[in-house]
Protein backbone atom coordinates (compact mmCIF):
# COMPACT_ATOMS: atom_id res chain seq x y z
CA UNK A 1 0.00 0.00 0.00
CA UNK A 2 1.08 3.73 -0.35
CA UNK A 3 3.25 5.15 2.12
CA UNK A 4 3.29 8.57 3.81
CA UNK A 5 6.14 9.73 6.06
CA UNK A 6 6.63 12.70 8.15
CA UNK A 7 10.01 13.99 9.48
CA UNK A 8 10.12 14.88 12.36
CA UNK A 9 7.41 12.57 14.30
CA UNK A 10 7.93 15.47 17.70
CA UNK A 11 9.89 18.53 17.68
CA UNK A 12 10.18 21.03 20.72
CA UNK A 13 11.19 24.39 19.92
CA UNK A 14 11.52 27.94 21.34
CA UNK A 15 9.08 30.97 20.52
CA UNK A 16 10.19 33.23 17.82
CA UNK A 17 11.84 30.45 15.61
CA UNK A 18 10.71 28.47 12.66
CA UNK A 19 10.63 25.14 12.24
CA UNK A 20 9.85 22.60 9.15
CA UNK A 21 8.00 19.42 8.43
CA UNK A 22 8.70 17.54 5.77
CA UNK A 23 6.03 15.10 4.22
CA UNK A 24 6.97 12.40 1.84
CA UNK A 25 5.49 9.81 -0.50
CA UNK A 26 7.54 6.64 -0.09
CA UNK A 27 6.18 4.40 -2.72
CA UNK A 28 4.27 7.21 -4.95
CA UNK A 29 4.44 10.22 -6.66
CA UNK A 30 2.01 12.61 -5.10
CA UNK A 31 0.29 15.31 -7.27
CA UNK A 32 -1.51 16.82 -4.39
CA UNK A 33 -0.93 16.61 -0.36
CA UNK A 34 -2.82 18.33 2.48
CA UNK A 35 -1.70 19.68 5.67
CA UNK A 36 -4.46 19.63 8.47
CA UNK A 37 -3.67 20.35 12.11
CA UNK A 38 -5.05 18.88 15.13
CA UNK A 39 -5.36 20.35 18.50
CA UNK A 40 -5.39 18.07 21.88
CA UNK A 41 -9.17 16.62 21.73
CA UNK A 42 -10.49 17.91 18.64
CA UNK A 43 -10.79 17.15 14.75
CA UNK A 44 -8.73 18.08 12.01
CA UNK A 45 -8.96 20.79 10.17
CA UNK A 46 -7.49 21.06 6.65
CA UNK A 47 -5.13 24.02 6.66
CA UNK A 48 -4.33 23.91 3.24
CA UNK A 49 -3.78 21.90 -0.17
CA UNK A 50 -0.25 21.74 -2.23
CA UNK A 51 -0.17 20.65 -5.78
CA UNK A 52 3.64 20.05 -7.02
CA UNK A 53 4.67 23.09 -9.01
CA UNK A 54 2.22 26.04 -7.16
CA UNK A 55 1.55 27.73 -4.44
CA UNK A 56 -0.19 25.95 -2.05
CA UNK A 57 -4.10 26.98 -1.33
CA UNK A 58 -4.68 27.72 1.94
CA UNK A 59 -7.90 27.56 4.00
CA UNK A 60 -10.06 30.61 5.09
CA UNK A 61 -8.50 31.91 8.21
CA UNK A 62 -4.80 30.23 7.73
CA UNK A 63 -2.16 32.57 7.73
CA UNK A 64 0.10 31.73 4.60
CA UNK A 65 2.87 33.75 6.03
CA UNK A 66 3.03 32.24 9.01
CA UNK A 67 2.59 28.54 7.54
CA UNK A 68 4.82 28.31 4.46
CA UNK A 69 4.09 25.13 2.28
CA UNK A 70 6.73 24.50 -0.45
CA UNK A 71 5.69 21.26 -3.02
CA UNK A 72 8.56 21.24 -5.28
CA UNK A 73 8.65 17.25 -6.53
CA UNK A 74 5.88 14.57 -6.41
CA UNK A 75 7.33 13.50 -3.33
CA UNK A 76 7.87 16.02 -1.00
CA UNK A 77 5.99 18.47 0.47
CA UNK A 78 7.28 21.01 3.69
CA UNK A 79 5.29 22.85 5.88
CA UNK A 80 7.29 25.69 7.87
CA UNK A 81 5.81 27.70 10.26
CA UNK A 82 7.24 30.28 11.02
CA UNK A 83 7.94 32.44 13.93
CA UNK A 84 6.28 29.89 15.76
CA UNK A 85 4.11 30.61 19.50
CA UNK A 86 3.07 28.59 21.65
CA UNK A 87 -0.68 28.81 20.31
CA UNK A 88 0.78 26.72 17.08
CA UNK A 89 1.61 23.82 19.14
CA UNK A 90 -0.43 21.43 17.31
CA UNK A 91 -0.42 17.66 15.77
CA UNK A 92 0.05 18.20 12.12
CA UNK A 93 -0.68 15.65 9.47
CA UNK A 94 0.07 15.33 5.80
CA UNK A 95 -1.61 13.42 3.62
CA UNK A 96 -0.57 12.88 0.05
CA UNK A 97 -2.89 11.35 -2.92
CA UNK A 98 -2.42 10.89 -6.77
CA UNK A 99 -4.41 12.24 -9.75
CA UNK A 100 -5.59 9.21 -10.98
CA UNK A 101 -7.45 8.53 -7.78
CA UNK A 102 -8.09 11.60 -5.97
CA UNK A 103 -10.68 10.01 -3.35
CA UNK A 104 -7.50 7.98 -2.08
CA UNK A 105 -5.68 9.87 0.44
CA UNK A 106 -3.21 8.25 2.28
CA UNK A 107 -2.09 10.22 5.74
CA UNK A 108 1.35 10.61 7.06
CA UNK A 109 1.89 9.35 11.11
CA UNK A 110 2.19 13.19 11.92
CA UNK A 111 4.38 15.62 13.88
CA UNK A 112 3.89 16.37 17.22
CA UNK A 113 5.12 20.61 17.42
CA UNK A 114 5.39 22.19 21.01
CA UNK A 115 6.45 25.30 20.96
CA UNK A 116 7.99 26.92 24.55
CA UNK B 1 -21.37 23.95 2.58
CA UNK B 2 -20.50 20.55 3.82
CA UNK B 3 -20.83 19.65 7.52
CA UNK B 4 -20.58 16.21 8.96
CA UNK B 5 -21.82 15.38 12.75
CA UNK B 6 -20.88 13.14 14.82
CA UNK B 7 -22.47 13.69 18.07
CA UNK B 8 -21.90 11.40 20.35
CA UNK B 9 -18.20 12.59 22.38
CA UNK B 10 -17.84 9.19 23.96
CA UNK B 11 -18.65 6.08 24.32
CA UNK B 12 -17.71 3.54 26.73
CA UNK B 13 -18.17 -0.25 26.87
CA UNK B 14 -17.17 -3.31 28.35
CA UNK B 15 -14.96 -6.08 26.18
CA UNK B 16 -17.62 -7.86 23.72
CA UNK B 17 -20.26 -5.28 23.62
CA UNK B 18 -21.30 -4.00 20.36
CA UNK B 19 -21.13 0.01 20.07
CA UNK B 20 -22.39 2.00 17.27
CA UNK B 21 -21.08 5.22 16.40
CA UNK B 22 -23.24 7.59 14.67
CA UNK B 23 -22.56 9.74 11.42
CA UNK B 24 -24.88 12.45 9.84
CA UNK B 25 -23.66 14.27 7.25
CA UNK B 26 -25.04 17.75 4.83
CA UNK B 27 -24.07 18.37 1.57
CA UNK B 28 -25.42 20.03 -1.47
CA UNK B 29 -23.21 17.64 -4.09
CA UNK B 30 -24.92 14.55 -5.60
CA UNK B 31 -21.61 12.88 -5.72
CA UNK B 32 -19.49 12.67 -2.79
CA UNK B 33 -17.49 9.93 -0.51
CA UNK B 34 -18.24 9.28 2.72
CA UNK B 35 -15.23 7.90 5.33
CA UNK B 36 -14.03 6.35 8.53
CA UNK B 37 -10.84 6.74 10.42
CA UNK B 38 -9.38 5.16 13.46
CA UNK B 39 -7.20 7.37 15.28
CA UNK B 40 -5.51 5.45 18.14
CA UNK B 41 -3.51 7.25 21.01
CA UNK B 42 -0.43 6.71 18.55
CA UNK B 43 -2.40 9.94 16.69
CA UNK B 44 -1.63 8.03 13.01
CA UNK B 45 -4.60 7.84 11.48
CA UNK B 46 -6.27 4.25 10.28
CA UNK B 47 -8.60 4.04 7.04
CA UNK B 48 -11.70 1.87 7.71
CA UNK B 49 -13.74 2.56 4.69
CA UNK B 50 -14.42 4.73 1.76
CA UNK B 51 -18.42 4.98 0.13
CA UNK B 52 -19.21 6.72 -2.60
CA UNK B 53 -22.96 8.44 -2.46
CA UNK B 54 -23.77 5.82 -5.30
CA UNK B 55 -23.30 2.80 -3.16
CA UNK B 56 -25.89 2.40 -0.36
CA UNK B 57 -25.07 -1.70 -0.16
CA UNK B 58 -24.10 -1.62 3.73
CA UNK B 59 -21.03 -3.51 4.30
CA UNK B 60 -19.03 -6.09 6.98
CA UNK B 61 -15.71 -6.19 7.06
CA UNK B 62 -14.60 -9.24 10.08
CA UNK B 63 -16.20 -7.08 13.23
CA UNK B 64 -16.62 -3.95 11.39
CA UNK B 65 -19.91 -2.67 9.69
CA UNK B 66 -21.00 -0.37 8.19
CA UNK B 67 -24.76 1.10 7.20
CA UNK B 68 -25.18 3.80 4.58
CA UNK B 69 -28.60 4.91 4.46
CA UNK B 70 -29.07 8.44 2.03
CA UNK B 71 -32.21 9.18 3.29
CA UNK B 72 -31.17 9.98 6.38
CA UNK B 73 -27.89 11.13 5.54
CA UNK B 74 -26.65 8.94 7.59
CA UNK B 75 -23.49 6.79 7.73
CA UNK B 76 -22.87 4.60 11.09
CA UNK B 77 -20.58 2.23 11.88
CA UNK B 78 -20.39 -0.44 14.21
CA UNK B 79 -17.80 -2.47 16.27
CA UNK B 80 -19.23 -5.88 16.98
CA UNK B 81 -18.01 -7.85 20.26
CA UNK B 82 -15.51 -4.74 20.95
CA UNK B 83 -11.54 -5.46 22.47
CA UNK B 84 -9.59 -3.47 24.13
CA UNK B 85 -7.63 -2.63 20.80
CA UNK B 86 -10.74 -0.99 19.37
CA UNK B 87 -9.98 1.74 22.33
CA UNK B 88 -9.45 5.14 19.87
CA UNK B 89 -10.97 8.11 18.39
CA UNK B 90 -13.06 7.52 15.14
CA UNK B 91 -13.54 9.81 12.72
CA UNK B 92 -16.78 10.58 10.02
CA UNK B 93 -15.55 12.72 7.02
CA UNK B 94 -17.07 13.44 3.91
CA UNK B 95 -15.61 14.50 0.56
CA UNK B 96 -17.44 16.35 -2.05
CA UNK B 97 -17.14 15.48 -5.87
CA UNK B 98 -15.76 19.14 -6.41
CA UNK B 99 -13.76 18.75 -3.52
CA UNK B 100 -10.96 16.54 -5.06
CA UNK B 101 -10.56 14.86 -1.94
CA UNK B 102 -9.97 17.77 0.40
CA UNK B 103 -11.76 15.87 3.19
CA UNK B 104 -14.56 17.38 6.24
CA UNK B 105 -14.14 15.71 9.12
CA UNK B 106 -16.67 14.82 12.44
CA UNK B 107 -15.40 16.25 15.51
CA UNK B 108 -14.79 12.49 16.23
CA UNK B 109 -16.18 10.18 18.90
CA UNK B 110 -14.06 8.32 21.51
CA UNK B 111 -14.62 4.88 22.43
CA UNK B 112 -13.54 3.15 25.56
CA UNK B 113 -13.29 -1.09 25.70
CA UNK B 114 -12.57 -1.65 29.36
CA UNK B 115 -12.09 -5.65 30.04
Known amino acids: GAVVSQHPSRVICKSGTSVKIECRSL??????MFWYRQFPKQSLMLMAT?????????EQGVEKDKFLINHASLTLSTLTVTSAHPEDSSFYIC????????????FGPGTRLTVT | AQKVTQAQTEISVVEKEDVTLDCVYETRDTTYYLFWYKQPPSGELVFLIR??????QNEISGRYSWNFQKSTSSFNFTITASQVVDSAVYFC????????????FGAGTQVVVTP
Open chain 2, 93 to 104: ALSGWDSWGKLQ
Open chain 1, 27 to 32: DFQATT
Open chain 2, 51 to 56: RNSFDE
Open chain 1, 50 to 58: SNEGSKATY
Open chain 1, 95 to 106: SARFQAAPYEQY
